[in-house]
């Protein structure tokens, strides 16, 4: 049995085991549900049409009642349909929008008075603000001498045309919030998993029947196989959603195309890097209990990975982050998905990524080689790395 056979044979038993537990096919459906509730959800629930207010006023009838046309009229601007309520008097008025009765209140006196909740319908309050201008525009106009015609011919405008850029932001931050949440996840489980499993397998001397029939090379390599086959296919279940909705007409939420494409490429090199370092790390300690510890360099890095690019992935922070290959993994995808990586970047952050997966596998299954056979005490990497292998190698 040649290596590569051995290889095979490593990360055939290593997805074999993962298929036995209940914990794989729990996240595995725990994915596909989610990815599938982000697919259908959208088209479900969406907007029910205009939203609507209610506005009390106070004030004089004729005064309340120009008012009230003028702000009706302005509902449409903003998708709303609004809907004026007369009350008596302030105190009424104050009561009404503190016991949510009515969305906002007006007082038409000679200083005119807007009430409403702190913090709410901003845009209402605007849309009230305007209309108290035009009113005593009007009164202004009609206090100059002009008739109602020149008054209306002197308030008529052109319809003005509002242009939105970056429409789809907000579509797109939603879409890589949740693709590197799933990365993250996927990533730190997948990467515990290997080092635990090694741990295990060191800790009960499993690895020194499996080092008789199998060198340590392709017995590391094909466990890191293995491991990253069960995470591929656990990212598989979340795609599997999303291809289904574009094969039967369906649109994505914008921005998410790109990122999904692209978070497969980072997220099966990140994970081959990851797990490449957490199995060499694994192999150093002397307990499963241990095994946690060892690893907590890289889990430390890819909580604070996680946690900075929700906030700095736009910006020079994620820029720099991009081309470093224990955190690109995590924050490409969301660069993409906010459509802030150029093409330079792309390319440059692979070849990184390459390059530092086989330095990785190089100094990595040397460290393996050499600590899977040492018991009796937890090493360190600079006792490893000047250790000759006693081995077999």
Known sequence: MNQAQAMLLVAEREVREAMRRRLFWIILGVLFLGSTAAMVIPEFVGSDGPTKFDVAVVGETAR???????????????????SIV????????????????????????DKPTII???????????????????????????????????VT???????VRVEELNKESESRLAASIGLSLVLYLLLLTVMVQV????????ANRISEVLLAIVR???????????VGLVGVSALSAAIVPVVVKLAIGGK????????????????????????????????MVERQEEAGSAVSPLT????????????????????????????????????????????????????????????????????YARAIVQTGHRLKLREVLGRRSGGPG
């Open 86 to 109: 007369p009350l008596a008097d302030a105190e009424a008025a104050r009561a009404g929008v503190d016991d949510e009765k009515v969305d906002v209140a007006v007082v038409l006196d």
């Open 195 to 202: 080092a635990n499993g090694i741990a295990i397998e060191k």
């Open 252 to 283: 994505l939420p914008a921005g998410i195309g790109g990122a999904l494409a692209g978070s497969v490429i980072w997220f099966v090199l990140g994970l081959t890097l990851y797990l490449l370092i957490a199995a060499a790390l694994g192999a």
């Open 300 to 367: 430390a890095i890819l909580v604070a990975t996680f946690i900075v690019a929700q906030g700095e992935a736009d910006t020079v922070v994620g820029n720099v982050l991009a081309y470093v290959p224990l955190t690109s993994p995590i924050v490409v995808p969301i660069r993409l998905a906010m459509g802030e990586s150029s093409a330079i970047e792309l390319v440059t952050s692979v070849v990184i990524l390459v390059l530092s997966i086989l330095l990785a596998a190089r100094v990595g299954s040397r460290v």
């Open 216 to 226: 340590p090379g392709p017995l590391m390599f094909g466990k890191v196989l293995g």
């Open 153 to 159: 011919d002197v308030l008529t405008a052109p319809q």
């Open 116 to 150: 409403v909740r702190a913090g709410e319908n901003d845009r209402l309050v605007g849309a009230v603000a305007q209309a108290l201008s035009s009113l005593s525009l009007v009164d202004r106009l009609h206090d100059a001498g002009l008739t109602d015609d020149e």
């Open 64 to 82: 309340a009642d120009g008012f009230g046309e003028v702000l009706v009229g302005l509902g449409p601007d903003f998708d709303a349909v609004i």
